[in-house]
């Protein structure tokens, strides 16, 4: 079996084979501030009173938070209430909260070999601790919240074997690009992705960023084994005691594709698909207004790192603004302790509390009508961050610091 | 079943930031969803949709966001089914679980804006009444068609699983 068999194998009692229908239980849910309220209704209608178990459910507040009107903070309001009453100790708001894809795993709710729904398409980002996770709408999470189960349908498996080292300023979130400007915005409709050959090549915050933008070739998970790494990093860290899952040997695989990490190069996504895919180089001259760098694909400590490297010493172009957030209230205190704070302000850029904010054009950063942003999110869809006929180029940290100090979109090696 | 309505096209990847855009999230009430259907296309979108319209799109219609207030946008402006050549799996089982029809139909092509489509989900047939053409699409799993009979997750749930 593959690796998203084999786990919902463990889970179902019995071996299970790409295609089927299964019922399974679930290990963790989450939801947060947008998905909550549907997911709360859908758990009323049920005729449902408690939650499965309250300390496998998390409720994150990170979408329009801190709370961007009166009706934003009204849902935000529902959702506290709910966490309340149902005696739900991980309830995640403003100042001791983040990004829910950055959160979890640094809060060791999401483990290896388990099953993890979430009331958001970016679940998948736990793939890179070896989970089977995936995101789903709010009338399953609701169920999922009540009875502790869902149904899947078992993915086929793409397989895809790494080899080489990344080069210097390239990252996961260019293999992620590669990836789908590979197999395009469906390719992996109803697919895993399994990684193998040297996961170790990527270090876990870029596999994070890669397991993270599977959904944006349509996967339902992105998959890799955990290693030395994703262990080291739980112990101390996990929540609950859990069991690593792996593929078996000979697992039938639907298809298998191999990328040599060594000839990757910077990569940007052009408006408005994220599988519309070209090199940094290739582009010419792209004038920028705005450069986020942030969220739950580039809001980890080694992508605010490779952005504080590029941009200390350095002035965002005076035509710019340059937004900068980290991904969880742990990542900016340490980025604050450990001087990168003072680097973004001094080079003139924001810096935001987590929020999810401008990646879904909530706020903190939203385009208006013909404006151009280089963005380390995941989706460059028209309208995403804001007016319809703004423009958004997904890149990774290093790229999107470069293109803030140059005004145009450029890749590091330029300055 | 079968749905009647007056084809309203558009193409592939639409995704669900083009169905209802994150701003309008602060509401889960389908009406006021329905007032900006497919606004993040096109700001003129929602003027353009009659109640009872079939939305006929290409691939991967409803990619993105796991928002289900995308079905209800949809639900609220009235329109009254979704055929696509493909959707997205989060889309797909969103609609499912809301009892929203969808016929997926990878050999669906050349459906004019305007054309009166008569679409029959139990069999599956779109037929586009205006040019005389008629596609077919695969048959739905039968887990599928449970949900689907029972008139979505919920009352599936409340049925078979979870008491009553
Ligand atoms: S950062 Fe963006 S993609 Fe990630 S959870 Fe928030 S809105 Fe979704």
Redesign the interface.
Known sequence: MTLAEAIIARHAGRPVAAGE?VEVPVDFVLAND??A??AI??FR????NRVFDPSRVALVLD??TPCK?V??A??CRAVREFARAQGIPHLFAEGRGGIEHVLLPERGLVLPGEIVVG???HTCTYGALGAFAT??????I??AM??GRT?L?VPRTIRVELSGELPRWVTGKDLALHLIGMVG??GA??CAFEFAGKVEALPLDDRLTVANMAVEA?A?AGLFPPDGEVLDYLRGRAARGYEPVYPEPGADYAEAVEVDLGRLRPLVARPH?PADVVPVEGLGEVAIDQVVIGSCTNGRWRDLLLAAEVLRGREVHPRVRCIVIPGSQELHLRAVREGLAEVFLEAGAVLSTPTCGPC???HMG?LAAGERCVSTTN?N????MGH?EGEVYLANPAVAAASAVLGRIASPEEL | MVIRGRALVVGD?V?T??IV???Y????DPAELGRHCL?????GFPGRIRPGDILVAG??FG???????A?LALKGAGIGCVVAR?F???FF??AT??GFPLVECPVLRDVAEGDLLAVDLRRGVIRDLTSGRAFAAPPL?P?ILEILDAG???PW??RR????
């Open positions: 229908f947008i998905t309220p549907l209704r859908a209608e049920l005729g449902a979408h329009f009107d009706r934003s009204e849902q009331g958001d398409s995101g789903m709408g709010s009338t399953d609701g169920y009540a009875t149904w349908r915005t469906s409709n109803w349509g339902t698909s879904l054009g909530g939203v989706r869809f028209r309208g995403r319809p | 990847d995704d930031d083009a855009p994150a701003r999230l602060v509401t889960s606004e993040g296309l096109d700001l691939e991967n990619c993105g966001s796991s928002r289900e207030h079905v493909s997205a799996r989060i089982r969103n679980n809301l799993p887990f979505g997750l919920i749930a409340r699983r979870y008491g009553a």
